[in-house]
């Protein structure tokens, strides 16, 4: 006979083999391993029952009571019962320790915390009740560093793969332990260790070197949506913050070369839009109604163009015809928005277009048929000729655009992606539906044509790849959170951005993983990239930009 196991992990067993387990089919076993298995494991089911929590907390206390003193945390929602009743059971054993926890995402009112609870100096265990690709897990790591604190374990109840998969502890020094992994119950349950390779383990710090990172003052952390993303040009990155202050620094130390502070915004909104530049100018919008134009080398201004009540669209220039367009909004009845083109040495407008609905979403610009394509709060589509400003033909989509649209002049087409579920590709001169491609949710950000493929991101948590002329699914990718942010190709590689703070790099061809950098708060940017020094500008949506460096 084997050997008995001790009675506080008999109740665990016997608890996840008889409540915790479910099989049924198209459930998910957990965030990053979804649809293909028809089992998952509730532990929420069961983990405020006295008898079960009680035995996981004395097991736990027989097994790290020596490493005291300490204190415990973990991520909603899963790991708040298991923090709770340890900072019982260790103060019932006369070992105080202290419990807080950390948000999936910062809390939207209020204080605005991560984190829940006083943290104190002691060094920290993380818990949690599975553990499936650890990328959750990662997320928490890189959080409690940031407040210098030393993590010096984690701890599962159960584990989903072969303790060789989870490099990303090992390579920080973090012992990891679960009480139980899927082959524990082959016999009873008949499952095992997963062996996906779409599940391949994810490196944390793909990128080795952080060359340094910007923190803007006062970032808004009410506004989670796209901000005014960086953008590099001649060793300077470019970028506006919540604060009000437009930024050039030095991409080589992130030293500010020159700022600019527009006067005042509207509702805690100064600068979302992200800049253009041309030449010796750099363009962008604020919420004080003005598009500015500054001499991208001193921060000189050079004009003002004054017409909206409130500029959230990134503006695009047409440097054959010398003009920049930006979408533009107003607090006028049935004329909310508008695009208008601008010229762009003396600020002196061209022509304007009005639409009923508010314009946040963004111009772009088709040097081929010389169109400027552009959408609006009221979901329509608009392409008007670039030199006059004439609407040419527009479409009326399922949802707000709130981002720029995708012109391929290789292809012909322009893609459009908006709040509503539909990526639509149309010709590009005369309106008529290339393809469709639907998705669950919508999205902020704007799609991506690489090849004869568009990629773009989803609130649903998914980044997408689909055929451009078909419209038929090439591969999805889960990200685990929401995705704000637009795709960007850099040297024959994919990188996006989500809401639970990682940048993913993505083969483009067969959407597999290639790694991740791992921050704190939300990517919903686009990323920038200076081909020059080799360094990845990664911005998030409190207003830090990192600088880095890949392996």
């Known amino acids: 006979m084997g050997e008995i196991p001790p009675m506080n992990e008999m109740i665990l067993r016997k608890a996840i083999e008889d409540e915790v387990f479910v099989a049924e089919e198209a459930k998910r076993t957990s965030a990053m391993h979804e649809g293909n298995s028809a089992w998952l494991f509730d532990f929420r089911a069961v983990m405020l029952q006295?008898?079960?929590?009680?035995?996981?907390?004395?097991?736990?206390?027989?097994?790290?009571?020596?490493?005291?003193?300490?204190?415990?945390?973990?991520?909603?929602?899963?790991?708040?019962?298991?923090?709770?009743a340890l900072v019982m059971k260790f103060h019932e054993k006369r070992k105080p320790i202290n419990g807080f926890f950390i948000r999936k995402s910062r809390k939207k009112s209020g204080l605005l915390k991560m984190i829940e609870g006083k943290v104190t100096d002691d060094p920290v265990i993380i818990v949690d009740d599975l553990v499936n690709s650890g990328s959750t897990i990662m997320r928490q790591i890189e959080i409690l560093q940031e407040l210098d604190k030393r993590v010096i374990g984690i701890v599962s109840i159960l584990r989903f793969r072969d303790a060789s998969y989870y490099v990303n502890f090992q390579e920080r020094n973090i012992p990891f332990e679960a009480f139980f992994e899927l082959s524990d119950f082959k016999e009873s349950l008949g499952v095992v260790n997963l062996q996906d390779s779409r599940y391949t383990p994810l490196v944390p710090n793909l990128f080795g070197e952080i060359r340094w990172k910007f923190q803007g003052e006062s970032p808004n952390l009410f506004y989670v949506v796209p901000k005014s993303a960086p953008v590099v040009s001649d060793g300077f990155v470019y970028f506006g913050t919540d604060d009000g202050n437009f930024f050039s620094l030095d991409v080589m130390n992130g030293r500010v070369a020159w700022?600019?502070?527009?006067?005042?915004?509207?509702?805690?909104?100064?600068?979302?839009?992200?800049?253009?530049?041309?030449?010796?100018?750099?363009?962008?919008?604020?919420?004080?109604?003005?598009?500015?134009?500054?001499?991208?080398?001193?921060?000189?201004?050079?004009?003002?163009f004054m017409e909206a009540d409130w500029v959230g669209s990134s503006p695009c220039v047409a440097e054959d015809?010398?003009?920049?367009?930006?979408?533009?909004?107003?607090?006028?009845?049935?004329?909310?928005?508008?695009?208008?083109?601008?010229?762009?040495?003396?600020?002196?407008?061209?022509?304007?277009?009005?639409?009923?609905?508010?314009?946040?979403?963004?111009?772009?610009?088709?040097?081929?048929?010389?169109?400027?394509?552009?959408g609006s709060n009221d979901a329509v589509f608009s392409v008007l000729h670039a030199k006059t400003g004439k609407l040419l033909w527009s479409y009326q989509t399922d949802g707000p655009i709130k981002h720029a649209p995708c012109f391929s002049d290789?292809?012909?087409?322009?893609?459009?992606?908006?709040?509503?579920?539909?990526?639509?590709?149309?010709?590009?001169?005369?309106?008529?539906?290339?393809?469709?491609?639907?998705?669950?949710?919508?999205?902020?950000?704007?799609?991506?044509?690489?090849?004869?493929?568009?990629?773009?991101?989803?609130?649903?948590?998914?980044?997408?790849?689909?055929d451009l002329f078909t419209?038929?699914?090439?591969?999805?990718?889960?990200?685990?959170?929401?995705?704000?942010?637009?795709?960007?190709?850099?040297?024959?590689?994919?990188?996006?951005?989500?809401?639970?703070?990682?940048?993913?790099?993505?083969?483009?061809?067969?959407?597999?993983?290639?790694?991740i950098f791992q921050?704190?708060?939300?990517?919903?940017?686009?990323?920038?990239?200076?081909?020059?020094?080799?360094?990845?500008?990664?911005?998030?949506?409190?207003?830090?930009?990192f600088a880095l460096k890949k392996r």
């Open 410 to 466: 290789e292809h012909d087409v322009v893609v459009v992606l908006g709040h509503g579920e539909t990526v639509f590709v149309f010709k590009t001169d005369t309106g008529d539906i290339v393809s469709k491609f639907r998705m669950n949710f919508g999205s902020y950000g704007s799609p991506l044509v690489f090849r004869e493929s568009v990629i773009c991101g989803s609130f649903d948590k998914h980044v997408y790849c689909f």
């Open 321 to 374: 015809l010398g003009l920049v367009f930006i979408g533009l909004e107003y607090g006028l009845f049935r004329k909310h928005g508008g695009v208008s083109g601008i010229d762009m040495r003396t600020g002196e407008k061209v022509w304007e277009f009005r639409s009923p609905a508010l314009t946040h979403g963004s111009p772009a610009y088709s040097e081929k048929f010389r169109v400027v394509g552009c």
């Open 50 to 84: 006295p008898e079960i929590l009680n035995a996981y907390c004395e097991l736990f206390y027989e097994r790290y009571q020596e490493k005291y003193p300490f204190q415990v945390c973990g991520l909603e929602v899963a790991a708040i019962p298991l923090v709770a």
């Open 471 to 515: 419209g038929v699914l090439k591969w999805k990718f889960y990200t685990g959170s929401r995705c704000f942010s637009t795709p960007v190709i850099v040297d024959g590689l994919l990188y996006i951005g989500s809401n639970n703070a990682r940048l993913f790099e993505i083969d483009p061809e067969t959407g597999e993983v290639l790694g």
């Open 259 to 304: 700022r600019y502070k527009v006067p005042f915004g509207s509702k805690g909104k100064y600068i979302l839009s992200t800049p253009a530049v041309y030449r010796d100018m750099v363009f962008f919008g604020a919420y004080d109604g003005n598009l500015y134009a500054l001499d991208k080398r001193t921060g000189q201004k050079k004009w003002v």
């Open 519 to 545: 921050t704190k708060e939300r990517i919903v940017n686009k990323i920038a990239y200076d081909r020059n020094t080799g360094t990845f500008l990664v911005p998030t949506f409190a207003n830090e930009i």
